[in-house]
């Protein structure tokens, strides 16, 4: 039996400390992201904690995957890999023509066949030209795949 099994759920709320411990620009009084459809979680067979988490949303017919999160302690062994699949799988299901996200480490993503494209191309507004990290240590990018 596998320790750590894939669950959806909607109690993003739930998810946000697991976001922040990660590194990503999200605050705990941030409101629930817009248009969001589902969230993945990873927990633990063993204990019931999560130790991963990701999440889709829906705008104007537009799917973006938000928030990919792993355990720092537990990166590296293809949980993240999960996550996203399961993300890209719903959102292909539901008849995404595409998925757009915005990443902090755009080589993960590449391996999924995602692009880099213009900010200005994307369906939703980033904030990360204003984040003091952005190109201080974080070269974050909007990508894009299409099914």
């Given at each position: 039996m596998?320790r750590?099994?894939?669950?959806?759920?909607?109690?993003?709320?739930?998810?946000?400390?697991?976001?922040?411990?990660?590194?990503?620009?999200?605050?705990?009084d941030?409101?629930?992201?817009?248009?969001?459809?589902?969230?993945?979680?990873?927990?633990?067979?063993?204990?019931g904690?999560?130790?991963?988490?990701?999440?889709?949303?829906?705008s104007?017919?537009?799917?973006?995957?938000?928030?990919?999160?792993?355990?720092e302690?537990?990166?590296?062994?293809?949980?993240?890999?999960k996550?996203v699949?399961?993300?890209m799988?719903?959102?292909g299901?539901?008849?995404?023509?595409?998925?757009?996200?915005?990443?902090?480490?755009?080589?993960?993503?590449?391996?999924?066949?995602?692009?880099?494209?213009?900010?200005?191309?994307?369906p939703?507004?980033t904030?990360?030209?204003?984040?003091?990290q952005?190109?201080?240590?974080?070269?974050?990018e909007?990508m894009?795949?299409?099914?």
């Amino acid at each position: 039996m596998e320790r750590f099994v894939l669950k959806k759920t909607m109690d993003y709320e739930s998810m946000v400390d697991l976001f922040v411990r990660s590194g990503l620009e999200i605050s705990p009084d941030d409101p629930r992201p817009e248009g969001l459809v589902t969230c993945f979680e990873l927990v633990d067979t063993d204990d019931g904690r999560r130790i991963g988490a990701s999440g889709l949303c829906c705008s104007d017919g537009e799917y973006v995957l938000r928030c990919v999160a792993v355990e720092e302690g537990l990166r590296g062994n293809g949980y993240g890999r999960k996550l996203v699949s399961a993300v890209m799988e719903e959102a292909g299901r539901l008849g995404a023509k595409r998925i757009w996200l915005t990443a902090k480490v755009p080589e993960f993503y590449k391996k999924f066949r995602f692009e880099v494209v213009p900010r200005e191309e994307a369906p939703f507004v980033t904030k990360c030209g204003e984040c003091p990290q952005y190109h201080n240590g974080c070269e974050s990018e909007v990508m894009v795949f299409s099914y």
